[in-house]
């Protein structure tokens, strides 16, 4: 695609449900990162693929936290039992590749809400 | 422990009052540092990337410049259009490709 799509741009979710956040990278790039930013917060990185593996989790804050990506494309983060210190906004970047220095283009985040 | 800090936290210019915004990193080695700048909710958007101390770079009226310590993005003459809030991020060898941000510096310009 022509840039870093990630649905649904809005969520509200009650305290204790599960949620699914999508990201589709641009096309060809290996590269895939998540990351949440918080109110009045810096972006805090959450997780590192490399095609469909992941060699970087270190940022995940929780085993309630899980990531996969599929074919080499898209990616869904997973928030289980989310709590509302998980209310952010989850931003997707991608690469070319993760090994050269190539720029990361971001999505325009989902912004999730746990009421 | 690798660490970026961006100040001013927020600035403030009147049109046409140039300006510079600081990024001081703290890395076992890096690879590169990058700036973004993002608009309210909006993604970051990709500026430029640095990758050695002494390398500028320039893009109409920003210029971002890296020593071993820090780097600058100094905007020239801005225009309103140039409020956004600016990030500072560096890559850290064999840390693969993430990126570890600053806070950000919020720029208001003023016509």
């Known amino acids: 695609g022509a840039g870093v799509s990630q649905s649904p741009s809005n969520k509200v979710t009650e305290k204790g449900k599960d949620v699914e956040l999508r990201c589709d990278p641009i096309?060809?790039?290996?590269?895939l990162y998540w990351y949440r930013q918080s109110l009045g917060q810096g972006l805090e990185f959450l997780i590192y693929?490399?095609?469909?593996?992941?060699?970087?989790k270190s940022g995940l804050p929780s085993d309630r936290f899980s990531a996969e990506r599929t074919g080499g494309s898209v990616s869904t983060l997973t928030i289980q039992r989310t709590q509302q210190e998980d209310s952010a906004v989850y931003l997707c970047a991608s690469s070319l590749t993760g090994v050269m220095n190539t720029e990361a283009f971001f999505g325009q985040g989902t912004r999730l809400t746990v009421v | 422990e690798d660490q970026v800090t961006q100040s001013p936290e927020a600035l403030r210019l009147q049109e046409g009052e140039s300006s510079s915004l600081n990024c001081s990193y703290t890395?076992?080695?890096?690879?590169?540092l990058f700036w973004y700048r993002q608009d309210p909710g909006k993604g970051p958007e990709f500026l430029f990337t640095l990758y050695s101390a002494g390398e500028e770079k320039e893009k109409e009226r920003l210029k971002a410049t890296l020593t071993k310590k820090e780097s600058f993005l100094h905007i020239t003459a801005p225009k309103p259009e140039d409020s956004a809030t600016y990030l500072c991020a560096v890559q850290v060898r064999n840390q693969g490709g993430k990126l570890i941000f600053g806070q950000g510096t919020e720029l208001s310009v003023k016509p």
């Open positions: 693929f490399q095609g469909n593996s992941a060699p970087d």
């Open positions: 890395v076992s080695g890096l690879r590169g």
């Open positions: 096309s060809g790039h290996t590269a």
